[in-house]
C-alpha cells in the first residue's frame, strides 16, 4: 500500500470517514490496505513482534472509535493512522523502557527504507519534498531526525547512541526541526 | 538558514512531540493540550503532515491473522474477515453457515472432527487444533469448543440451546489441571462465538486442562472467578492436524444431518 496516487490517497479517505460512520465494510476494507504499512512502523519502532501485534490492535481500536473526528481536509488518511500508530507505538516503549531491548544500531548503519528506483518513482510528492528538505541538513542532524523518526528514542538515548552530549542533540535535532518548517512551508 | 533552537517555543515542543523524542511527561503533557487546546491539535496535526511522509518507505508487512480477530472481539464486531483466507478456519461462510443451524450441524461438525481420532492423536506441541465437547449434567452437548492453535482462535459453537435464568449469561472458563479456572470470555447460547486466545491462554490449552460454561451476571462474572453453577463442561482433546482442511469442509456438507441419517 503505498497511497501514491490521488485516487488511491482519495479512497482511503473514504474509507476511514465511512469508518467514522461505523460502517464495518468500510473498516474491514481499510484495514486491509493499510494494516501492513501500520505494522511495519510499530515493527520498525518496536522491534519485537509480540508487542507490535498488540499495538497494531491499540491503533485499529483506537481508529474504529475515533474515525468520526476525521477531517481530511485538515489530512490524509495515511497520515492520520500513521501518527496513531506512531504515537501508540511511542507510548509504548515509553511505558516500559528508557533503553531499547536490542543492541542500540548506529545511525550511520541506518537502513530498512526502501530505497529502490521503483520505490523512488512510486513515493509522493510529500515524501520527495520532505528528503528534499532533509537533504539540506548537516548529515549528522539529518540522520539524527531520521533515527528519531523511526525508532522513537528519546533524546537521552540519541545522545548515547551518537555518543554526543545531551545538549549536543538536543541542539541538532531542534535546529533540524526548524529548519525543516522553513523548508517545507516555503 | 538562521533558525535557532530557542525560536520555536510551544511549536517546538509539538514538533518535538510528533518527531517522537519528547520522554513520557513531555508526550503526556502534549498529548493533554491536544486535548484541550485548539491551537496545540492544529500545530500538532500540521507537524503530522510535515513529518509522516518520511514513513511511506517503511517497508510493509502482513501483520498475523489473529490481530483483525481480537480487533473484531475487542470492538464486538462481526466484519466479514477482510484478507484473503484458506482452510476450515478461514472459511467464514461456513462458521456463518454453522450458525443457521447450530443445533443439527454442531454435531455433525463435531463427527467430522473427531473421526480421524482413530489414528493416534499427533503428539503435544504439532497439533494445529484442540477441541472440546462440554456436556450439561444430562449427558445432553452444550457446547463444543474448537481450538485453532495457528490462528490462536477459539470457535464455540452451542449444540443445544442452553436454558438460561434472566440476567444471566454463558461465560467459558478455562481450567488447567490443578489450577484456578480463567475467563475465556462470555459466550453466545444460541450461536457461534469466536475468541481470540492471547499467547497466556493458548500454553495452557492442553490435554490435562479442560472448559467449562457457568451462568454468570450479563457482562461475565464481576470476581473474574466463577460465581454460577457449572452447566457444562469438557475435556480437552487433540485433533487430528489440518492436513486437508478442504477435505474437512466437504465432510461437514457431506454429514449434514439435514441431507439424511448419521
Known sequence: MSPAT???????????????????????????????????VCLRMLRNRSEA???????????????????????????????????????????????????????????????TPAAE??????????????????????????????????????????QVPL???????????????ICLDQ | MNATADDGGDDLRYAEYVLGVLDADGRARVAHEVQTIDE???AVAVWQQRLMPLAERVEELAPPPYVWARILDALHLGTPAPLKRQGLWENLPLWHWLGVGASVIAAALLVVLFLP???????????????????????????????????????VVPATPVAMAEGRAPELWLIP??????SVGVIDRDKPT????????????????SLAVTAEPLGGSPSGQPTGAVIAKGAISGAPPAGAPGHQVARVYVRDPGAGPV
Not at chain 1, 488511491?8 to 484495514?31: P, S, W
Not at chain 2, 493416534?120 to 445432553?140: E, K
Not at chain 2, 469466536?194 to 486442562?209: E, K, Q, S, V
Open chain 1, 121 to 162: 518513482a512510486e513515493s509522493s510528492h510529500e515524501y520527495r519534498r520532505l528528503e528534499k528538505c532533509l537533504d539540506a541538513l548537516e548529515p549528522q542532524q539529518r540522520n539524527s531526525v531520521r533515527e528519531a523518526f523511526f525508532t522513537g528514542a528519546t533524546y537521552n538515548e540519541l545522545a548515547k547512541r551518537c
Open chain 1, 6 to 40: 490521488p485516487t488511491e490517497r482519495e479512497h482511503l479517505n473514504q474509507l476511514l470517514i465511512r469508518t467514522g460512520r461505523k460502517d464495518e465494510k468500510a473498516f474491514a476494507e481499510l484495514y486491509q490496505r493499510t494494516s501492513s504499512k501500520l505494522f511495519g
Open chain 2, 40 to 42: 496545540a491539535a492544529i
Open chain 2, 117 to 155: 481420532n482413530r489414528t493416534p492423536p499427533p503428539a503435544a506441541g504439532h497439533l494445529d487444533y484442540m477441541v472440546s465437547t462440554m456436556q450439561q449434567d444430562n449427558g445432553v452437548t452444550g457446547w463444543t469448543a474448537t481450538m485453532d492453535l495457528q490462528h490462536a482462535r477459539m470457535v
Open chain 1, 53 to 115: 501485534d498488540e499495538v497494531l490492535q491499540e491503533t485499529y481500536t483506537t481508529v474504529w472509535r475515533r474515525a468520526a473526528s476525521f477531517d481530511d481536509a485538515k489530512a490524509g488518511a495515511i497520515t492520520w493512522l500513521t501518527a496513531i500508530a506512531r504515537n501508540k507505538s511511542i507510548d509504548r516503549l515509553r511505558q516500559h523502557r528508557e533503553e531499547p531491548l536490542e543492541d542500540p544500531y548506529l545511525i550511520d548503519s541506518m537502513g530498512g527504507d526502501q530505497t
Open chain 1, 167 to 181: 545538549g549536543t542533540m538536543k541542539s541538532w535535532i531542534r535546529r533540524s526541526l526548524m529548519q525543516l518548517r
Open chain 2, 194 to 209: 469466536t475468541i481470540a486466545l492471547d499467547p497466556a491462554m493458548l500454553a495452557r490449552l492442553g490435554p490435562t486442562a
Open chain 2, 177 to 182: 489441571a490443578g489450577q484456578k479456572p480463567i
